[in-house]
């Protein structure tokens, strides 16, 4: 049964320590004390097996705990653990000095901890066992009626046969270091026998990292300094091999009379010491790329930082479209994708420069001696080209591309935390001017990061207090000349700034998640309207509704579009979605499941923005999508003869052959809308014929209605005035 003495004046680390004793051997009993004082008081009527003591301690640190352990009867040769935060070697040396026998860094690593114990409690009952069946020899010898040269060599063949049994180097000196014995497994491991060792200098047996250390020691135990002393050495076997061993002097005073010789014990601890450091390396590295993480990329730049001339640019690189690759393709191949990523970072930068990999698919590359922040530029446009080079994956060449934020040291901050959110700044502002490309920190980032904090506090509160409204854009018919429908167009009005548009929160909304709760009530209050509308008689007005990309894909939109229409009585062949080009191709195969549902429902799909995005025709064919709204970037320069002219008749003249209607998105002028009529176009929206307008002035002109009449020769038509 182990006792095992804890010391510490923190309830939390004595708690922790206390748990992670028990967990050493099932019989374990550990006595814990906050106090020094009151821990000596116990050991004066206790023998502990394992001493653990905490450093730095008001009233008495660590080290003089330990020295005056090592002074009393029950502490003698007692293993003792020291767990100190401090790097400074001076403070080990003391507690080695003070007979400190192992050391732990706080925070303690768990795993650490038990091993290490389980080790010293071994070594301390081989030690023990050696010590008892030695002390048993002495009083064989004292009571024996043999001469003393039979009691003598008797004595030294019973020892020898009980050290044999230790699976340690066991040795004894005399006062000079030269060999009184050695045991079996010491003179197998330097290919010796004990009886040629014997007069042999120790120091000139065992090739040692620390021989001085060694012989500093065994004066003082020889000396009287101490009694008892552990550390750790590497020793060099026959075949040239380093091996660790943790090594242990005590003075055998007690044994051999009035002359003091020295007990060593050596414990190969070799594959310990390469599991802490596996440990070491896991605690470190990331698993998937071997990277160094973010722990070790704060203790990296803390030092460069330490460094008086230091001037580093940090780098931090979010990689482009990486999640339409993880969602469509699979995490394993997401996974092989940031290791081909990680090759060709670690192929660009140059040997004095670090590679981290932060989380997710975010990396840092810490540039060391920059002379001025071209460098940086260099390296980041160096890494945009190589990432922006097509990689090849599942038999297909993938693009993905990255958005890259720099921050210099010292010029912006010596501060390891504030130079990564700097570069986090500066990255986020890259992504919002363009993705593919690099921006240098600036303190104006600072702003405008506050500025997006107080625009989610604020859009939250919008939620809370219902400051959201929707304004209707009526879609005209331009067969008839009338109303064909309206789009549903979400307006804030924000305390002290009036009337906002989406463009200036709906990045915000997606990026924090509350776009899903603010789709959800734009489809719940677009179908109440349309729904009322319907019910006072206007006819089959068909809504259209805005989903986003975010929205689309991490809600089940199938779902939330059958709950709104059964609660709002909608009718749901008057309900038109519109999705963008870019949602519909980021998960293939879900996308087209999540069309195929809606459609069940009855709702109408239209693809808004067409033309700007991937303009794939496969998917046309493929996704069950009813119109195709032309972006208005084509209408703004709408001439007969007009490249625009030409790609807007192709969109239209596609739409007729797949049997889709054609929307016509910002028609602003007269030239415009009869361009647009020479070919046939089904639907415009724009200026020309209404802003948005709330739902009564709406309402309005339902109840007006209006008839758009185009001519033939062209004759302007008459413009609805927004009330």
């Not at 020094?36 to 009527?45: H, S, T």
């Not at 069946?133 to 046969?161: K, P």
């Not at 932060?358 to 390296?379: C, H, R, T, W, Y």
């Not at 700034?497 to 734009?522: H, K, Q, R």
Request: hydrophobic share 40%.
């Amino acid at each position: 049964m182990a006792v095992i003495l804890i010391l510490d004046d923190k309830s939390t680390n004595r708690n922790i320590y206390s748990r992670l004793a028990q967990t050493i051997e099932d019989s374990a009993v550990v006595h814990a004390f906050a106090s020094p004082v009151e821990a000596l008081d116990w050991l004066e009527g206790n023998c502990p097996d394992l001493i653990v003591t905490d450093f730095r301690m008001p009233g008495m640190d660590g080290a003089e705990f330990t020295k005056h352990v090592r002074g009393a009867a029950n502490g003698i040769d007692v293993p003792i653990i020291v767990i100190t935060a401090y790097d400074d070697r001076a403070f080990r040396l003391r507690a080695l000095e003070a007979g400190a026998t192992d050391f732990l860094r706080s925070p303690v690593d768990h795993y650490e901890f038990v091993t290490r114990a389980r080790n010293l409690l071994k070594l301390q009952r081989q030690q023990q066992q050696i010590k008892g069946r030695a002390q048993a020899l002495e009083q064989q010898l004292r009571i024996s009626e043999r001469s003393q040269e039979e009691l003598v060599r008797s004595s030294r063949e019973a020892l020898a046969q009980v050290i044999d049994t230790v699976p340690a180097m066991v040795s004894a000196t005399d006062k000079d270091s030269r060999i009184v014995f050695v045991n079996a497994h010491f003179a197998d491991f330097v290919n010796s026998t004990p009886e040629a060792l014997t007069g042999k200098q120790l120091g000139d047996i065992l090739r040692s990292n620390k021989p001085e250390f060694a012989r500093q020691v065994h004066r003082s135990i020889v000396n009287g300094q101490r009694v008892y002393a552990s550390f750790e050495e590497s020793i060099t076997d026959t075949s040239g091999i380093e091996r660790a061993f943790l090594t242990t002097k005590t003075s055998m005073r007690a044994l051999a009379g009035a002359e003091t010789s020295v007990l060593t014990t050596s414990v190969d601890i070799t594959e310990r010491k390469q599991a802490e450091s596996t440990l070491r390396h896991i605690a470190l590295h990331d698993t998937l790329t071997d990277l160094p993480n973010r722990r070790m990329l704060y203790d990296w730049i803390q030092q460069e930082l330490s460094s008086e001339h230091a001037r580093l640019a940090i780098l931090l690189i979010d990689l482009d479209r990486f999640k339409a690759v993880n969602d469509t393709l699979g995490h394993a191949v997401g996974d092989r994708m940031l290791q081909l990523v990680t090759n060709r970072l670690l192929g660009t930068i140059s040997s004095s420069d670090l590679v981290a990999r932060m989380s997710g698919d975010e990396f840092v590359v810490v540039q060391a001696n920059i002379k001025s922040p071209d460098d940086a530029e260099d390296l980041a446009r160096k890494i945009i080209d190589s990432l922006s080079a097509p990689f090849l994956l599942e038999e297909s060449e993938i693009r993905i591309g990255c958005t890259i934020g720099i921050t210099l040291a010292p010029r912006d901050s010596q501060s390891v935390e504030k130079l990564l959110r700097y570069a986090d700044l500066a990255m986020y502002q890259a992504k919002a001017e363009g993705r593919n490309t690099l921006r240098f920190y600036s303190p104006d980032m600072e702003s405008i990061s506050r500025n997006n904090i107080s625009l989610e506090t604020d859009l939250r509160k919008a939620m809370i207090q219902e400051q959201f409204e929707l304004h209707y854009q009526p879609q005209i018919n331009l067969e008839m000349g009338s109303i064909a429908g309206a789009e549903a167009l979400l307006r804030w009005v924000r305390p002290e700034f009036g009337l906002t548009s989406p463009n200036v929160f709906i990045d915000i909304a997606e990026e924090t998640g509350l776009i899903n709760e603010i789709g959800a009530w734009v489809l719940k209050k677009a179908c109440t309207q349309a729904a009322a509308w319907q019910n006072l008689g206007y006819g089959p007005l068909r809504i259209s509704v805005n989903l986003s990309p975010v929205q689309f894909l991490r809600q089940d939109i199938v779902q939330l579009v059958d709950d709104t229409l059964e609660a709002t009585g909608m009718n749901p062949e008057y309900l038109e979605l519109e999705l963008t080009e870019g949602s519909l191709l980021k998960d293939v195969e879900r996308t087209r499941q999540i069309l195929q549902k809606l459609k069940k429902l009855g709702v109408r799909i239209a693809i808004d923005d067409f033309g700007v995005g991937f303009s794939s025709l496969s998917y046309l064919k493929n996704f069950a999508v009813d119109t195709l709204k032309i972006d208005r970037s084509f209408i703004s320069n709408l001439l007969a003869g007009s490249r625009d002219e030409a790609i807007v008749r192709t969109i239209i003249s596609l739409a007729k052959s797949l049997e889709l209607k054609v929307v016509a998105e910002g028609v602003e002028s007269n030239p415009q809308l009869a361009c647009l009529l020479d070919h046939s176009c089904d639907e415009a929206q724009g200026y020309l014929f209404s802003r948005p307008v709330p739902s009564d002035a709406f309402e309005a002109l339902l109840k007006e209605n209006p008839r758009y009449l185009v001519p033939k020769q062209n004759i302007p038509p008459k413009k609805v005035q927004s009330s």
